[in-house]
Structures are given as C-alpha cells and as structure tokens.
C-alpha cells in the first residue's frame, strides 16, 4: 500500500482541521486617531454628497409647492371673482327688463312719431313727384341724419341723440352708421310700409 502525505489528507479536511493551518492574530491593529478619522470621513463623503443632493431636491421642491399653492389660491380668488359677476349680471339681466323700458313722456312719444311721419312723408313726396327710383333707395339707404332731423324738427342735435336712443328700442327705425359720411349717424326706417302713409 502506498504512503499518503498527511498534507494531501489534510487538504480535504476542514481548515480548522488542516495541520499547517495558522488562525488569523487575534492582535490589535493600531490606528491613529487621524487615520480612522480620515477613513471615515472617506467612507462617510458619498452619503453627505447624497443628503446634500436629497436637501437641494428637497428645497427645490418646497419651493415649487408653495408657488402651485400661490398660484391656486390666486386661481381660486379669480373664479370666485367671476362667479360672482356672472350672478350679478343674471341678477341684473333679470331685473332689466321691469327696468330697462324707459318712462316715455307725451312730448317724447310726440316727437318719435314726428320721425316716423317725417322720414315716410319724405318718401311719399319722392314716390308722388314719380321721382327716378334710385332717389327712392337713396333715402330708404340713408334716411336722415341727425342735423337734418333737428332743422326739420326744430330741435337741437342733442334732442335727437336722445331721442335715437328711444327710437332705438323702437321696432319702426333703424339707428346705424351712414354708408358715405365717416362719423355720422342716421334713422331710418325699418319698414316703409308700416305707417300706412
């Protein structure tokens, strides 16, 4: 039979077991206090470089919260502010109608009508003298300014600006814009017919 080194033997045996086995010192090894402070502030500088990161981030986003906040309250004061004017305005819309027809005096009424019969006799005199038609659709285009009325009338051109603002609401004139003369405004008469001239 052969002779089997014990170091072959003692390979597969566990290394406690091992014959040349040397256990680790169980000495003390001595640092200085400048090392070990070095090699924990080496270890510890990632984890503040982290915590720096986290509390930049932090802050960055403590900010942008407090501006959202700002900007919904500012949100939130500007849609209560619209909802407000919306209901008074439907307030107002709904109280309109009782007020917004004004209390029309005899001399008032007198004087609208005065219009209606003076822009339709107008036309009457044009229809009767058998005046060519474009004369006709002239002054059913352009009806008559507001001095015109006033000379015609004997009133004032401030009279008549009044007046318009009745004759307005009025279902015979129509108060627009003169389709030749800048800044001039006229009345004419929605329908020709209507006053049985």
């Known amino acids: 039979m052969e002779v089997v080194d014990t170091a072959q033997i003692n390979s597969f045996a566990p290394i406690a077991a091992q014959t040349d086995f040397v256990q680790p010192s169980e000495e003390a090894v001595f640092i200085t206090s400048s090392q070990l402070k070095e090699l924990i ?13 986290l509390r930049a981030t932090v802050t960055a986003q403590d900010e942008k919260i407090a501006a ?17 004017l919306i209901n008074s305005l439907r307030e107002d819309g709904h109280k309109a109608p009782e007020s917004a027809a ?13 219009i209606a019969h003076i822009l339709g006799a107008k036309e009457k005199r044009l229809i ?3 005046a060519a038609r474009p004369y006709v659709d002239k002054l059913r285009k352009e009806g ?10 004997g ?3 401030d ?33 020709w017919d209507a006053l049985g001239l």
């Open 41 to 53: 502030t080496k270890a510890l500088q990632p984890l503040q470089n982290e915590v720096m990161q």
């Open 68 to 84: 959202l906040e700002a900007t919904l309250d500012t949100h939130a004061d500007n849609s209560l502010i619209q909802l407000r």
């Open 102 to 114: 004004p209390v029309l005096t005899k001399k008032t009424q007198d004087h609208i009508t005065e």
């Open 128 to 130: 009767e003298r058998q």
């Open 144 to 153: 008559m300014t507001f001095s015109q009325l006033a000379n015609v009338l």
């Open 155 to 157: 009133l004032t051109v």
């Open 159 to 191: 009279r008549i600006r009044q007046l318009s603002r009745i004759a307005a609401t009025d279902q015979r004139f129509n108060i627009c814009w003169h389709p030749r003369k800048k800044n001039t405004k006229i009345i004419k008469l929605r329908r």
